[in-house]
């Protein structure tokens, strides 16, 4: 595609759901980031996979938070018993070398736990 | 760890007018990016500016590495303008972003 898609955009969880959020990143991009995004804050990182290696996963918050892109394109971020302080705008950035100078960021997905 | 700060926090603007954000950094910078993120959440690249002086369209940006501040000049600004401006150093594959400044333009 053109851009970074994720989907869904919005998502409405109740506490203690599972929740899987998905990111489509530009073909053909090696690099793929998660980030979160507080209300008011900026992106903070969450993880990082180069083709399908995760090679750092060091800013998800808990082992409830496990990311995946088994075949190198497509990739899942999923949360398991999601929690109140969970609720967050879930960003995905996709980049064609192996830094994150030039990456571009989907729209998002924002999620509220209630 | 790297402070990034930006400032001002808020900022209102009457179409037509020129305004200058700033990033402070507390480490050497390798890269530099601006970002806006409009309302509907999206993070677009402005600039990739880690020295020297970038100018695209109504926007400009300047980074003084050497004194650890970045600035984003916006001129006659307008509605579509609104929005969060971050500016964020790259450490190998990360962003670490700054605080932003959130902008209203008014008509």
């Known amino acids: 595609g053109a851009g970074v898609s994720q989907s869904p955009r919005y998502k409405v969880a109740k506490r203690g759901q599972d929740v899987a959020l998905r990111c489509d990143p530009i073909?053909?991009?090696?690099?793929l980031f998660w980030y979160q995004q507080a209300l008011g804050q900026g992106p903070e990182f969450l993880t990082y996979?180069?083709?399908?290696?995760?090679?750092?996963k060091s800013g998800l918050p808990s082992d409830r938070f496990f990311a995946e892109r088994p075949e190198g394109s497509v990739s899942t971020l999923k949360i398991q018993r999601t929690q109140q302080e969970d609720s967050a705008v879930y960003l995905c950035?996709?980049?064609?070398?192996?830094?994150?100078?030039?990456?571009?960021f989907g729209q998002g997905t924002r999620l509220t736990v209630v | 760890g790297i402070q990034v700060e930006q400032s001002p926090p808020d900022l209102i603007l009457q179409e037509g007018a020129n305004s200058t954000l700033r990033c402070n950094f507390s480490?050497?910078?390798?890269?530099l990016q601006w970002f806006h993120q409009n309302p509907w959440g999206q993070l677009i690249n402005l600039f990739y500016?880690?020295?020297g002086t970038k100018q695209n369209g109504r926007l400009s940006a300047t980074t003084v590495a050497t004194e650890r501040y970045s600035l984003l000049y916006i001129s006659s600004s307008q509605t579509t303008d609104s929005g969060v401006y971050f500016c964020?150093?790259?450490?190998?594959?990360?962003?670490?972003f700054g605080t932003g400044t959130r902008l209203k333009v008014l008509a």
């Open positions: 964020a150093l790259t450490r190998a594959y990360k962003y670490i």
């Open positions: 996979f180069q083709n399908e290696a995760q090679l750092d």
């Open positions: 480490d050497s910078v390798n890269n």
């Open positions: 950035a996709s980049s064609s070398g192996q830094g994150a100078g030039g990456a571009f």
């Open positions: 073909s053909g991009h090696v690099s």
């Open positions: 500016i880690p020295s």
